[in-house]
């Protein structure tokens, strides 16, 4: 093998052994920036509803659905990438349920930043309760939540952070 062709081959190798995206902290908060960068990382939502309006929890949901609150993520890969590579999903840690980011934005090739709305986490989350009666203290306490990357390529693990938010009602 000439020397053009061993240097071909060792990169070939490289490039193989380091396919695998690697990605930064995921950074979650309430809103990102245009260039992605979470700029709000506080996860306390406050509400002033008039609580009358709240038969059942679904009630609630769609009030907080409509105020347009989010919760964001943030992460950088080491590489380009492409929508069709990868999904990210909000996890519910208590039922193992998992529901797509609602926003999957690719700023600058290889940032990734999202989010998905309260409202829609807590249909998500809650929806076996949705037709209960609405009770202040069954949400006025921190959610806890996985958001999790993966992927496409099985060789690849997902990653996750783990996280909570919390609805103060005033």
């Known amino acids: 093998m000439t020397k053009m062709g061993k240097i071909f081959c060792l990169i070939f190798i490289l490039a193989l052994c380091c396919s695998k995206e690697s990605l930064t902290k995921i950074t ?4 990102f920036s245009a260039d992605g960068i979470i700029k709000d990382e506080t996860l306390v939502f406050r509400f002033q509803p008039q609580r009358e309006k ?10 907080i659905y409509f105020e347009g609150d989010t ?20 996890v519910n840690p208590k039922s193992g349920g998992k529901y797509p980011a609602e926003r999957i934005d690719i ?4 940032r990734v930043a999202g989010f998905s709305l309260i409202g829609s986490i807590l249909e998500h989350f809650f929806r ?24 496409a390529l099985s060789s690849n693990a997902p990653r996750e952070v783990n996280g909570e938010f919390k609805i103060e009602l005033r």
């Open 28 to 31: 979650i908060g309430q809103s």
């Open 128 to 151: 076996e309760q949705a037709d209960s009666p609405f009770k202040t203290e069954d949400f006025d306490k921190a959610i806890p939540f996985v958001i999790r990357f993966e992927p």
């Open 71 to 90: 919760l964001c993520f943030s992460f950088k890969l080491n590489a380009r990438i492409d929508k069709k590579d990868f999904a990210v999903f909000f």
């Open 107 to 110: 700023i600058d090739g290889n």
């Open 54 to 63: 709240f038969v059942k929890n679904k009630d609630f949901f769609n009030f």
